[in-house]
């Protein structure tokens, strides 16, 4: 049975299990929210509960049960218990935000995508507790002292009191290194005998075509040039337009480091040229608007139609094309602008932050062993692919069958047979869209393959023209993480935000034309009032401190 409301529901498996989460959930803190328990609960086939808040995930169709949870459940003979949050981010936050700020009994286990701020502030109120002594306890983590870089791992993860309060999902994946793609449509290029554009000046002129020219050959002027939404993953058209001017990284607030100094991107004369360069391509007809404004299911409506709408697509995967686009978008490589200069926003691979283990959890180390646990090798390959034997195989007979993404070029056989890539981003019930403590190496995810040999019909591999064209444009030098303090945050933050939205808007204003270039430097000296210099030097001083950990 479940108990739904507006943000969520826990899910149970008997009437009197619920009588026991909602007593722990609902009572304020007056009614012994802040006690905790001698005891987990204990469900009616006598396994000890363990709650977990998660974020409501449409392509899971339900944890309690889900593939993965089973597994875990058979194995670590627990019950598992399930709050979902709301889907929406920022939705999700507030919610355990009200929570937290009413003194509601919390959830074992917090196992919600966070910002190392809000980390930072539950950490410092006693929410979380700190699981240094639990990971270093090889006995109790045997999972994560096996992790073959698992001190830097441990650093990585700590906050900037020098502790660690989650578990890490942690996939080392050049390809996820430099999302910030974008795709041409190769079947335009052939049909008006163009080359592929290496630097601006030659996009400008492919863009032109393409909206002049009737490409999609319908008869009609519908094409566009170039369209990206304003939140599909790396789907942000300024980002890849503006790395040809200067690097330009939206994960770091477009700041950069030159020299282990701090400045930022968006202050530089290069950017300027950047979003004069993008104004040209709005005010012409070649960059359309909607860019700015729509979502990435209304992109999608608008560039998978018969024939194709849109030539150039900034999007971090291949999945942003439907089948009427998918085979005639080929990956382009970052272009070069007026100064030779070209780049790609670089995220190494950095453990991801999960299961939180909160003040109320009734066996916090128990919580922690199902946590390490997620990180068994097999465990962490049902976290991505689903079932194995079903929708992937390590069965050398059937990986034999499957052409590795390296294979050709590097020699690398595939290990991992992915037998259902339509699991990934997709309803299923398999496991929880990975949103969990995982680990998968780089030799795991270069291995992987999806691509049986001898398949016409088998999706094109972009890994080797990825590894070509963007894992040579990272940078020599930029920002892994900044790492702040309690009083550092408290310190920025409303400067931080401010300066985020300022630029963000700004930058769609001079872009659309909406406000005039001639007012760059009004902007400026708009940024120095809401205290750039000062963000600048915490964002210094946490930058300083992240290379000395």
């Known amino acids: 049975m479940s108990i739904r409301t507006r943000y969520g529901a826990w899910r149970k498996g008997t009437a009197s299990a619920l009588a026991v989460i909602l007593a722990g959930t609902l009572l304020s803190a007056c009614a012994s929210g802040n006690e905790q328990e001698a005891a987990p609960a204990v469900g009616e086939d006598g396994r000890p509960i363990i709650t977990v808040a998660v974020q409501a995930n449409p392509n899971v169709e339900d944890y309690e049960t889900n593939h993965y949870t089973k597994r875990i459940e058979e194995a670590m003979n627990v019950d598992l218990q399930f709050m979902e949050l709301p889907s929406q981010a920022e939705e999700a936050i507030t919610k355990l935000s009200l929570m937290v700020s009413s003194g509601s009994k919390l959830p074992d286990v917090i196992n919600v995508y966070l910002n190392e701020s809000t980390i930072y502030d539950y950490a410092a109120k006693g929410v979380f507790i700190k699981q240094d002594d639990y990971l270093n306890n090889a006995e109790l983590a045997p999972n994560f002292n096996a992790i073959p870089d698992k001190d830097f791992v441990y650093n990585a993860m700590k906050l900037a009191d020098g502790s660690v309060y989650s578990l890490p999902r942690h996939n080392v994946y050049e390809w996820n290194e430099g999302s910030n793609r974008a795709w041409i449509n190769a079947d335009w290029l052939d049909k008006l005998n ?16 393409f909206a002049e020219q009737d490409p999609n050959g319908n008869g009609k002027k519908d094409e566009i040039g170039m369209v990206g939404s304003t939140n599909g993953w ?48 709005v005010a012409e007809g070649l960059l359309s608007p909607l860019s700015f404004t729509q979502d990435e299911t209304q992109m999608k409506a608008l560039i998978n139609v018969q024939g194709g709408m849109a030539g150039v697509v900034p999007a971090g995967s291949y999945s942003a094309f439907g089948t009427e686009l998918e085979n005639h978008m080929t990956l382009l490589a970052p272009v070069k602008g007026p100064a030779g200069f070209s780049a790609t926003p670089y995220s190494p691979s950095m453990p991801t932050p999960l ?33 194995k034997d ?65 398949d016409a019909a088998a999706a094109p591999n972009w890994q080797p023209a990825y590894a070509d064209g963007y894992v040579t444009a990272f940078p020599e030098e930029s920002i892994s993480k900044l790492s702040y303090t309690p ?9 931080k935000t401010a300066i985020d939205n300022y630029v963000n808007e700004s930058a769609v204003a001079f872009i659309t034309g909406n406000r005039p270039m001639s007012q760059w430097d009004s902007y400026l000296e708009e940024l120095n009032k809401m205290g750039l210099d000062a963000y600048l030097e915490v964002a210094q001083a946490a930058y300083d401190r992240s290379q000395a950990q």
């Open 194 to 209: 163009l080359e592929t554009p290496r630097t601006t000046d030659e996009l400008y002129s492919v863009l032109k075509a």
């Open 234 to 281: 790396s789907q942000n058209v300024r980002v890849f337009l503006m790395n040809a001017f200067l690097y330009a990284d939206p994960a770091k607030g477009y700041l950069d480091v030159r020299d282990g100094k701090i400045f930022p991107s968006f202050t530089q004369p290069e950017w300027k040229e950047g979003l004069e360069y993008m104004n040209r391509l």
């Open 487 to 495: 009083d550092e945050l408290k310190q920025i933050a409303d400067s």
């Open 355 to 387: 299961w939180f283990i909160t003040k109320d959890a009734a066996d916090p180390e128990l919580a922690f062993k199902v946590g390490d646990y997620l990180l068994d090798p097999e465990m962490s390959k049902v976290s991505r692919y689903g079932e």
């Open 390 to 454: 079903v929708d992937w195989s390590d069965d050398p007979s059937i990986t034999a069958q499957y052409l590795g993404p390296f294979e050709e070029t590097e020699g690398i056989p595939t290990q991992l047979a992915d037998l259902n890539p339509g699991i990934w981003n997709n309803p299923q019930n398999k496991n929880w869209n990975d949103a969990n403590p995982a680990y998968r190496s780089l030799e795991t995810n270069n291995s992987a393959s999806n691509m049986k040999k001898d």
